[in-house]
């Protein structure tokens, strides 16, 4: 199994940034798909979780900016970040999970990690 996660970097605040994940040796149809990430010195944390039928949920410190959808035909999960603030800084992780979870030990399959800062 592998989750490639892709599309970091250095932003500005209020600027927007799209994280890509791609999945493979799964069955992508059948998992929850995940956002999360871990901001210097914390816990990594849920941002944004999708069902295998799309439905969502999003941290409050995320609500109204960041936006997940998945493309069952290319086993590709996508994150939209809008309106990033300087807190949003860390690492993203994209995970697999094969339950409706929004705790990380939910999740068996784990990205390597996309580095996001938002500074100016």
């Known amino acids: 199994v592998q989750l490639q996660a892709s599309g970091g970097g250095l932003v500005q605040p209020g600027g927007s940034l799209r994280l890509s994940c791609a999945a493979s040796?799964?069955?992508?149809?059948?998992?929850?798909m995940g956002w999360f990430r871990q901001a210097p010195g914390k816990e990594r944390d849920f941002a944004v979780i999708?069902?295998?039928?799309?439905?969502?949920l999003t941290a409050d410190s995320a609500k109204g900016r960041f936006t997940i959808s998945r493309d069952s035909g290319k086993n590709m999960v996508y994150l939209q970040m809008n309106s990033l603030k300087p807190e949003d800084t860390g690492i993203y992780y994209c995970?697999?999970?094969?339950?409706?979870?929004?705790?990380?030990?939910?999740?068996?399959?784990w990205g390597q990690g996309t580095q996001v800062t938002v500074s100016s």
């Open positions: 999708i069902s295998r039928s799309g439905v969502t």
């Open positions: 040796g799964l069955t992508f149809n059948s998992r929850a």
């Open positions: 995970a697999s999970s094969p339950i409706w979870s929004s705790q990380s030990i939910g999740y068996d399959y």
